[in-house]
């Protein structure tokens, strides 16, 4: 596709999503509905509010170009001619008032009915990043509302897994053991709902050692929310580590952590998925986005092949 039809696309979208997007402009443009939170414990934690409630305002001063105004929100202008068709008809004017998105994307109308699901596979879009610049939508069956963020233009985020994920070779406990919950949208089997698991739910004996999967700096050790007592490690090329629920922390903000080193015990605190004691483990990856969850199970899978 060339850029003619890159741009007659982003204005077709505009032509139908420009009066929701400017709703304080227009007394009679619908408010956007962001559909009611409902999942795992630990994903409330890091749950953002939704892209489309971030919207700022810019107002064109002398001297400024698309290219500057982008940079000056680290975004790109493709992003800015997608939520702003008077950018795409001239050059910017002094006194314009634009909008500005949080990040790299575009906003899209969807027909009535569709689903996170659809959305996300219509798009080849990453179920996390779409659940998670879309304020945590409560599942992926649930119908979305009249407009949805698309994280990334000119961004792929169809990647299954970070690069050199291997470099993470230990295993959080003394031994392998059964997953309780698994990472993504799934039925809990206790709530008996569709959620999104940000991690896996690795089921052992309160008191069971906990040990780093691979050496890095202690970017948090305390309580948390829901989490209860945390450790997370911030590890080389952008990878981080988190052990949730433990019942005591061995080790403090900012220490130096070695591969397989004693981090704390498995417990039950916070808000955990189940009532036996667990481990909650979780790996992201450091993205345009912040923190996005990686399926551990891709990792794990190559520990024990």
């Not at 939520?83 to 500005?100: A, D, H, M, W, Y």
């Not at 040990?211 to 990878?239: P, W």
Request: aromatic share 10%; with cysteine; net charge neutral.
């Amino acid at each position: 596709m060339n850029s003619q039809s890159y741009l007659y696309l982003f204005t077709t979208l505009l032509w139908f999503i420009n009066p929701l997007l400017l709703m304080q402009a227009n007394a009679q443009s619908q408010p956007m509905k962001i559909p009611t939170p409902s999942i795992s414990e630990e994903a409330k934690e890091v749950c953002p509010l939704p892209a489309l409630s971030r919207l700022q305002r810019h107002t064109i001063t002398t001297g400024e170009t698309i290219e500057t105004i982008a940079q000056k929100y680290n975004l790109i202008p493709p992003t800015l001619l997608a939520f702003n068709r008077v950018l795409q008809k001239s050059p910017p004017t002094v006194g314009t008032e634009i909008i500005i998105p949080p990040y790299n994307g575009i906003a899209v109308k969807v027909p009535t009915g569709t689903t996170w699901k659809n959305v996300a596979e219509n798009y080849n879009i990453r179920a996390d990043a779409l659940y998670e610049v879309n304020g945590c939508p409560q599942t992926l069956e649930q119908q979305t509302p009249e407009v949805v963020f698309l994280p990334g233009v000119n961004w792929s985020p169809g990647r299954k897994t970070p690069p050199q994920i291997s470099s993470l070779k230990g295993y959080p406990l003394p031994f392998e053991t059964r997953v309780i919950l698994g990472y993504g949208w799934l039925l809990h089997p206790i709530k008996n709902q569709v959620v999104f698991h940000s991690g896996l739910d690795l089921i052992a004996n309160s008191g069971t050692s906990v040990f780093s999967v691979g050496e890095g700096i202690v970017a948090f050790a305390g309580k948390q929310g829901n989490y209860g007592n945390l450790v997370v490690i911030n590890h080389a090329a952008g990878k981080q580590t988190r052990y949730a629920h433990l019942d005591s922390i061995n080790v403090k903000t900012g220490q130096k952590i070695a591969q397989a080193e004693l981090l704390g015990t498995v417990g039950q605190t916070g808000k955990p998925d189940f009532e036996e004691a667990h481990l909650h483990f979780e790996i992201r990856y450091n993205s345009p986005f912040g923190w996005v969850a990686e399926n551990p199970n891709s990792y794990i899978e190559v520990i024990f092949k």
